[in-house]
């Protein structure tokens, strides 16, 4: 897998590209502001995009619109967006406008670097990817009854989905059957009232639409 890598802190970029090589990953490119990163991409046409969200020259949000214009140049490459904090309405507004090939992690997801790569092969093949953190701080937010009727297996099964899980991954992470595992996703859609379609990041979409309801 083909990557480049867009973080205005150097100490950042040089860590998770060494992280990556080290995996066996290409690392194309390192930039620390858009224009470079919008470079890179044109000139190695990676599999995924690793961006920043806040990058100079005002560190708000140069790194989420740039991720968006390569997303409108290059549909079929995936973009992984890091936050030093959780932001989930930034997560939220980018999921739910275009979910396929999308990922937004805190960075101190990087350290874990089997679930980072696996992370990258998931939003390169045409997944989504949400941070566990942010999940579980919607699911804490939620002060109503909505999720009253879940069973805390279902509850678990649920965050899992939300995060992009395949019902093949969540099984693996749960230690139990793909079987189950299915039982427990159709069970907690017709609780919810959510449609299941099949789609993995349709899914998460809308498990996630109604936590943040």
Same mark, same amino acid.
């Given at each position: 897998?083909?990557v480049?890598?867009?973080d ?7 860590g998770?590209a060494?992280?990556?090589r080290?995996a066996?990953?290409?690392?194309a490119?390192e ?6 990163l ?10 995924v995009?690793?961006?920043?969200i806040?990058?100079p020259?005002?560190h ?5 619109r740039?991720?968006?214009?390569i997303?409108a140049r290059h549909?079929?490459?995936g ?5 030093q904090?959780?932001e989930?309405?930034v997560?939220?507004r ?11 992690l ?5 350290g874990?670097l089997?679930?980072?790569? /696996?992370? #990258?092969y998931?939003?390169?093949? *045409?997944g989504?990817?949400l941070?566990? !953190?942010? @999940?579980? &701080?919607l699911l804490? %937010?939620?002060?109503?009854d909505?999720?009253?009727p879940l069973?805390?297996r279902?509850r678990?099964v649920?965050?899992?989905v ?5 019902n093949r991954?969540?099984a693996?992470?749960l230690g139990i ?5 299915e039982?427990?996703?159709?069970s907690?859609? /017709?609780k #919810?009232?959510?449609?299941?379609? *099949?789609?993995e990041?349709?899914?998460? !979409?809308? @498990?996630? &639409?109604?936590?943040h %309801?």
């Amino acid at each position: 897998m083909r990557v480049v890598i867009a973080d205005d802190n150097v100490l950042v970029r040089a860590g998770i590209a060494a992280l990556l090589r080290e995996a066996g990953l290409d690392v194309a490119g390192e930039s620390g502001d858009v224009d470079d990163l919008l470079e890179d991409v044109e000139a190695h046409q990676p599999d995924v995009a690793i961006v920043d969200i806040r990058m100079p020259p005002t560190h708000s949000d140069e790194g989420l619109r740039a991720a968006q214009e390569i997303r409108a140049r290059h549909p079929q490459m995936g973009i992984v967006i890091l936050s030093q904090h959780v932001e989930a309405g930034v997560a939220m507004r980018a999921l739910a406008e275009s979910p396929e090939r999308l990922g937004y992690l805190l960075k101190d997801r990087v350290g874990d670097l089997d679930e980072f790569v /696996a992370t #990258l092969y998931r939003v390169a093949a *045409g997944g989504s990817a949400l941070d566990a !953190v942010v @999940v579980s &701080r919607l699911l804490a %937010a939620r002060t109503d009854d909505g999720l009253e009727p879940l069973a805390p297996r279902e509850r678990e099964v649920l965050q899992l989905v939300a995060e992009g899980l395949s019902n093949r991954a969540v099984a693996e992470r749960l230690g139990i059957t793909l079987g189950s595992t299915e039982k427990y996703v159709s069970s907690i859609f /017709a609780k #919810l009232g959510l449609p299941d379609t *099949g789609g993995e990041y349709r899914r998460v !979409v809308a @498990v996630l &639409r109604f936590l943040h %309801a």
